[in-house]
């Protein structure tokens, strides 16, 4: 629709959302099974755990099922789950906040700290959700530059910069750790180091969608951090390792008087029922963890020698997807790959038009890839 259509009701949408760029998400298989006509489509598009969840949670939702509560409204207040997180990270329950997945903390930090006036920032190409959630509520976005190519961490974050451009505007900043959608990471030095030059009243969200793909000698101690650093929020999601994408929890851990500041905008029941059970039964689980982070690290370095046989560059990762570069528009690539029904992510909408990124499958799926890739570069 082209401005000159729009309605007064339009304009009189709130200033941030009416330049808003909503979240594209990746197309969803049935889509384009029908499109196809076939129906082993595989998605390597949204980084979930190939695995699905493991057997603890499906036993726990067949019984949560059986006894029928879904009529009630789940626990707003998500008493069991908030203890089994403060028992696994040794923090007090009055420090965590659940969310409908982690985006839900991401936004609820945007909506406390943000406002136009301020300023949010976060790395070129990190997550596509930090801009959505700045421009919704009217603050400005300092997007600072990334690492360059040929930097040991290509496209990553770059730390001192985003010390240098802090300001008193900055109310908020985002860093990704793993960062999507590039896999690249920090070291726990330069966080610390970054975090002791942040002023006391600037929030710093540290995401960790990733964290259970880091290798533990990369790990920055996010627990000891939220005591050193009061003005620290980390985030974690059910969605990722532990397989729950669809059902959607995630936390956040910081102050009590930050999550009590957070717990004000989230919605009564933000979390159902049926996610507050399996989140539980998931960090039950830890041998379904390590099962898939042991598939994920295998099935990676098996795809990293193969497409760097294939002359592809590929970035460095600690996470559970590879982004790729041909050195041309990926455009066509991804639509060969869509007509051998597979669906991986287009990097056009985060500036990266050159890239692919693709989630790393079980081995049957990688080899579906692999064989596909091949077939349409050589056309
Ligand atoms: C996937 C992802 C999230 C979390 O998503 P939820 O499903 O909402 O928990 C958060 N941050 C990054 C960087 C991600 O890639």
Redesign the pocket.
Known sequence: MSATDRSPLFERAAQGVRGLHPYEPGMPIDELQRRLGVADVIKLAS?ENPLGPGDKVRAALAESIDQSNLGLYPDGGGFRLKQRISRFHDIEPGRITLGN???DILEFSARVFLNPGRAAMFSAYA?A?YPIVTQAQGARAIVVPARPPDDAMPYGHDLEAFAKALDDEVALVFI?NP??PTGTWLTPDSIEAFLARVRPHTLVVL?E??QEYLDPDLRPDSRGLLDRYPNLVV?R?F??TYGL?SL?A?YGLSSPEIADLLNRVRQPFNVNSLALLAAEAALDDQAHVERSVALNTAQMLRLRKELEAMKLTILPSQANFLTIGFGCDSAPIHQGLLERGLIVRPMGSYGLPQFLRVTVGTEAQNTRFLDALKAVLAR
Do not use: E, I, L
């Open positions: 980084n997945g982690s985006n997550f959700v990704a960062n999507n995401d969608a990733y985030t999601t969605s990722k994408a959607r995630g």
